[in-house]
Each structure stands twice: as C-alpha cells, then as structure tokens.
C-alpha cells in the first residue's frame, strides 16, 4: 500500500527521471572503473568530477524551483545557502589535514599559521568530527534562512523588494567572507584538502563515491520536493503562489508556509555545497557572488519553473553550455551566450523546456478528443 502510494505520488515522469539518475549512477562509475584507458568509451577522471559538479547544481535548482516554482518566491540569493554548506564541508576536510600541511601545525590550517592565529577560533570547534560537519551542512543554511524569512515574510515583503534583499544579503556575506578576520581563508578560501572518512581525497575510488553520494543525494531531493508539492501543504504553496491575499483571507498562516518552505529549500541547497566542494578540492567567498545565484534563476527559467525535473535538466543543460563556451575561443561571449538564452526562453518559452512541452502534449491530446469526439476528462476525474 505505501509504495503503491509512493508510485502514485511520484508519477510515471518523476519515476522516469529517478530511474534516469539510477542510470547515470551505475553507468558513470562503470565507463571509469570497468572501460579500459584505451577505450573510446573511457569515461576520465575529469569527465566524473564534471558530471558530479552538475548534479550539485541540479540539486540547487531543484530547491530554487520549490521556492519560486511552487510558492513565488523569487529568491536572489540561494548561492549564498550553497556556499555555506561548502564552507561546512570545507572546514571539516580542513581539520583532516593536520600535520601534513606545509607549516605541519597538529590544529590550525596552513593560512591560520600564516597569519599568525594561535588558537584555533570559537566557529572552528568540532568540525573534525564528520557528523557535526554534516549537521552544520544543514543546520547553518537553514537557520540563516528561518531567521532570514521570519522577518521578512512576517513584515509581507514580497516581490522584487524580496528578491532584493536576498540578494543583498548573499552579497553581504560575500563581503564578510573576504575578510581575513573572519577566520575561514579570506579571498583564498578553504583549499588543499586531503582525506574525507579517512579516504585519500584523490583516489579514483573516492571520487566515484563522491559521484555517487551525488545521485544520491539528487534522487532524495527531487523525492523530498515531489513530496512536499503533491501534498496538502504543496497545494497551500501553491494557492500562495497565485493568490497570497486571498488564502491569507481564508486563514492560512501564509508566512509561516513561506518560512517552512524557505528553511526546507536551503538546506538542500547547503547539501548540494557539501558535496560539491570536496569534489571541485577548493571553496572560496566567489560562490557568494550574486552572479552565481542569478545564474541558478536562470537554470531554473531555462528548464521550466514549477516542474522539478526541469530545473534539473536546466541545471544540467546551461551549465553543459558553459563548459563549451568557456573552454575555448568562444569564453569571452559565454555571458552574451546566457543573456541571449533567457531571453529566448522568456519570449518564446516562458514555461521553460519541459513546461512548454507539458503545453504541447495537453493541446494535442485536446486536439485529439476534439476530433474524435470524446468527451474531455473532468477536473479531478
């Protein structure tokens, strides 16, 4: 009975993109692992990494879409719940190093050393214990974010006023993250990593693991989002997202909904850091930069807001462009390259991929029931 309702919840085309993601899980370790060098079909080191860095994005678009999507929030500055579940991550890979860091200290990390810190700071204690890192992943972005929306969406700032101040406040964490007093690397950031669980960092073995704690992690959030949305309380964030002054009229607590949501959306958006960063090997205050949340908006536009799946893909695609745009002649037109994307998405695919053919296939399956007479099925049959 629960996964026949499982199955139901999910639908035909969310199962399709879980068994898709199963694919790609067991596929890529195989063409790594298995594929002999000479192969054609070898699958490099440096394909994974690339791969598994998409799926990190992937799953930050999927937490904007369960935000903007499905409640209207448009927010400017989901890079900066990102960015701090890397720092979380990248504090605990850190702490690995120990003595076999250049000034070779038992406790403090190299850049501590060089700038002549003698204890290690207050933000710094118990992250080198893997369970509280992964506590922080999740637990720092999401109180950022409830405390962010508790004032915010209790004062009912809404709108572009919104999407401003989110995006005022990723950027001053950008700020206070170059700054060397604050402990955590300056504009160097966290970088050098060693070993995660023990493992060596490099090894062929941890990066697949790593790609596939990306899948993972991928295929558990798009469940958790399906879930949210196709519930009772998805169906209020939706109400909110068309109508906000006419559900709060029939007495919903709408923001306490927006403050749930919001809370939820970071801290997938802190695990999809946490896993990116031990496989790019460094975190710095750029991925702070609003630019980089504005990009996730647009992966999400390009894919298709309010589908899940198609923020992903839009993650997925956009990011795959700027790959080949930034790696040869073409790198210095990859930004005129993204405008122009939007704006073909907004005028021509204002639904984005995979709305727009959600659109096409209602209109001929409307199409034909008109032709051959059958009655059109009801709301809710």
């Known amino acids: 009975m629960l996964t026949a309702r499982f199955i139901a919840m999910i639908e035909g085309r969310g199962l399709a993109f879980l068994a898709i993601l199963a694919g790609v899980?067991?596929?890529?370790?195989?063409?790594?692992?298995?594929?002999?060098?000479?192969?054609?079909?070898?699958?490099?080191?440096?394909?994974?990494?690339?791969?598994?860095?998409?799926?990190?994005?992937?799953?930050?678009a999927i937490a904007l879409d369960l935000v903007w999507g499905y409640c209207g929030?448009?927010?400017?500055?989901?890079?900066?719940?990102?960015?701090?579940?890397?720092?979380?991550?990248g504090m605990y890979l850190m702490r690995q190093i120990g003595p076999r860091g250049v000034y070779a200290h038992p406790i403090l990390p190299d850049f501590m050393v060089f700038l002549n810190m003698k204890e290690l700071p207050v933000v710094?204690?118990?992250?080198?214990?893997?369970?509280?890192?992964?506590?922080?992943?999740?637990?720092?972005?999401?109180?950022?974010?409830?405390?962010f929306g508790w004032f915010a969406f209790r004062s009912r700032v809404t709108g572009v006023y919104l999407s401003i101040i989110t995006q005022a406040l990723t950027y001053a964490l950008l700020l206070a993250f170059f700054r060397n007093d604050m402990g955590l690397g300056g504009n160097n950031g966290l970088t050098d990593f060693k070993d995660i669980l023990g493992f060596p960092i490099q090894a062929a073995g941890t990066r697949i693991a790593l790609f596939i704690a990306t899948v993972i992690a991928l295929m558990a959030t798009f469940i958790i989002a399906r879930t949210i949305v196709a519930s009772t309380y998805g169906k209020v964030l939706v109400a909110i997202r068309d109508a906000e002054s006419r559900t709060?009229?029939?007495?919903?607590?709408?923001?306490?909904?927006?403050?749930?949501?919001?809370?939820?959306?970071?801290?997938?958006?802190?695990?999809?850091?946490?896993?990116?960063?031990?496989?790019?090997?460094?975190?710095?205050?750029?991925?702070?930069?609003?630019?980089?949340s504005i990009e996730a908006v647009?992966?999400?536009?390009?894919?298709?807001?309010?589908?899940?799946?198609?923020a992903g893909l839009g993650a997925v695609v956009v990011n795959w462009l700027k790959t080949l745009f930034t790696t040869g002649w073409l790198a210095a037109y990859w930004l005129f390259a993204l405008g122009g994307l939007f704006v073909i998405v907004t005028l021509l695919m204002p639904k984005g991929i995979v709305g727009t053919l959600d659109s096409w296939?209602?209109?001929?399956?409307?199409?034909?029931?008109?032709?051959?007479?059958?009655?059109?099925?009801?709301?809710?049959e």
Request: net charge positive.
């Open 361 to 380: 296939n209602r209109n001929r399956l409307v199409r034909n029931a008109v032709t051959s007479g059958t009655p059109l099925p009801q709301a809710g």
């Open 124 to 147: 710094w204690w118990g992250f080198q214990s893997f369970p509280y890192a992964m506590l922080m992943v999740v637990l720092v972005p999401g109180l950022l974010a409830f405390v």
């Open 25 to 60: 899980g067991i596929l890529v370790p195989v063409l790594h692992l298995v594929v002999p060098p000479t192969s054609v079909f070898h699958l490099g080191i440096g394909s994974v990494v690339l791969i598994g860095k998409y799926l990190c994005y992937a799953i930050l």
């Open 73 to 89: 929030i448009l927010s400017l500055g989901h890079g900066a719940f990102f960015a701090l579940g890397g720092y979380a991550m």
């Open 248 to 292: 709060r009229f029939l007495g919903y607590r709408v923001e306490h909904h927006k403050v749930m949501v919001f809370t939820v959306s970071a801290m997938l958006a802190g695990i999809a850091g946490a896993l990116y960063v031990p496989q790019v090997g460094i975190i710095n205050p750029s991925e702070f930069s609003p630019t980089n």
């Open 298 to 310: 647009v992966w999400v536009a390009v894919g298709g807001r309010g589908t899940l799946i198609g």
